[in-house]
């Protein structure tokens, strides 16, 4: 059965080519177009991983991965922050709010693999 990984952008030609990149590598993807979305799509079935960005409207990253980890189904996932951002001092908030790792746009589809299935193991 294919792993489901929940990619959280506000830009879709982003979000395309994460879907495209992970779904060529056969894995499923779900799409949402902000971090409010991302936590109610998070929340309504499981997800065995997930790519967020940083800045987005209602919900940015932090808060989306803050809010993730209160329910008891964002214990565990595997969280990666893809952005633009590559401050260190916003990726140890991340790390602390329950990021597993850090990605800076702009990204190769082979390090987005290579990441993806590091995190799922």
């Known amino acids: 059965m294919p792993k489901t990984v929940l990619t959280v952008d506000d830009s879709p030609s982003i979000r395309r080519m994460i879907a495209m990149t992970l779904q060529e590598a056969g894995y499923d993807v779900v799409e949402a177009v902000d971090g409010k979305d991302g936590l109610d799509k998070a929340l309504a079935r499981p997800m065995d991983a997930?790519?967020?960005?940083?800045?987005?409207?209602?919900l940015d990253g932090l808060g989306f991965i803050r809010a993730l980890?209160?329910?008891?189904?964002?214990k565990g996932v595997p969280i990666v922050v893809l952005s633009t951002d590559s401050e260190e001092g916003l990726k140890q908030?991340?790390?602390?709010?329950?990021a597993l790792g850090w990605?800076?746009?702009?990204?190769?589809?082979?390090?987005?693999?290579?990441?993806?299935?590091?995190?799922?193991?």
């Open 50 to 58: 997930i790519i967020t960005d940083q800045n987005m409207p209602n």
């Open 103 to 121: 990605m800076v746009k702009p990204f190769t589809q082979d390090k987005l693999l290579a990441v993806i299935k590091k995190v799922l193991g």
């Open 69 to 74: 980890r209160q329910h008891p189904q964002g």
């Open 93 to 98: 908030q991340a790390r602390e709010a329950g």
